[in-house]
């Protein structure tokens, strides 16, 4: 069985390009405008299922035109959606500023009706966490749905992943139900307080996650690939070339996909976290986020030129 379960929240991602941001009570003219699927958990689910492995995706939706965008970014990608709709709110949005000459990013999540998932939800959808071979969520939706979800994963055997993004402090004991947690630099150093500019200081946040209860920890490193450590491991997988940066936003939610799904199929966390470095590099070299997750023939191709 390689099956993907993911919880998360998904948003029309809203994308401004400018040369710089925009100061307070500041108008600038951009250079251009693009409206399209998001949310971390979204983009990493249909990164999961364009990576080749059956996968769910658990959130909430309004009834509205983003709703209807997301349910056709799921057929087209392959992801089973398990979802309920309301009419009392909306389907989320993200606000998205993209730096022109860089392809950095600064976001805002609107999530709407999914952050209003619940606990009971997770216990309504226990079986389907409980069947898969990966479990996978962040921290878009409410924390307490999270844990739960984390919880039930745990209790029936499933691997489990915590992307703890965006970066908030974490409730007592929620990192020893992750098998994985797969911070970038920014997000480690919220969790462990210590700073992550180098390869070396990345070993430490990353020895300090796993002391901290997690069973592994994968902190992203942009350009520099990613860095595992769990046990006496403490390994560096460099990123790779995939051609020219265009765009970053959507590259730790391919990398989080692609790691899930390799995992699901099996491989060793060394072997997933290089295919998810392989996800990573080429969504970087596309506009977008989930049209920008590579199907999984692309990313054997990469792997295969190493």
Not at 23 to 34: C, L, V
Not at 263 to 288: E, H, K, M, N, Y
Request: aromatic share 6%.
């Amino acid at each position: 069985m390689s099956k993907v379960v993911v919880l998360g929240v998904f948003v029309a991602d809203t994308a401004y390009r400018a040369a710089r941001a925009p100061r307070m009570g500041e108008t600038i003219m951009g250079e251009s405008f693009a409206l399209g699927p998001g949310g971390k958990g979204s983009n990493q689910a249909v990164a999961a299922a364009r990576a080749g492995v059956e996968t769910h995706f658990i959130t909430r939706l309004g009834r509205d035109t983003f709703a209807e965008m997301a349910l056709q970014t799921w057929k087209e990608a392959g992801v089973t959606a398990a979802v309920t709709q309301h009419s009392d709110s909306y389907t989320g949005a993200a606000y998205i500023f993209i730096e022109a000459g860089t392809g950095n990013n600064a976001i805002i999540v609107c999530p709407g009706v999914a952050g209003q998932i619940s606990p009971a939800d997770m216990d309504a959808r226990s079986d389907l966490i409980s069947g898969a071979s990966v479990f996978v969520t962040q921290l878009e939706q409410p924390m307490d749905a999270a844990q739960r979800a984390l919880e039930i994963a745990r209790a029936n055997g499933v691997q489990t992943i915590l992307n703890p993004a965006p970066a908030a402090e974490l409730p007592e004991g929620m990192l020893a139900l992750c098998d994985y947690v797969t911070p970038n630099e920014t997000e480690a150093e919220a969790l462990t307080g210590l700073a992550v500019t180098t390869l070396e200081e990345a070993a430490l946040a990353a020895r300090k996650l796993v002391a901290m209860g997690a069973k592994a920890a994968v902190i992203t490193l942009g350009e520099k690939g990613a860095l595992y450590h769990a046990g006496d491991q403490n390994v560096h997988v460099p990123a790779f070339n995939a051609g020219p940066v265009m765009e970053t936003t959507g590259a730790g939610d391919a990398f989080n996909g692609g790691f899930a799904a390799a995992l699901a199929r099996g491989d060793d966390p060394i072997s997933a976290v290089r295919f998810g470095c392989a996800t990573a590099a080429i969504s970087v070299t596309r506009a977008g986020t989930a049209p920008a997750m590579p199907s999984h023939a692309e990313i054997l191709a990469l792997l295969a030129r190493g």
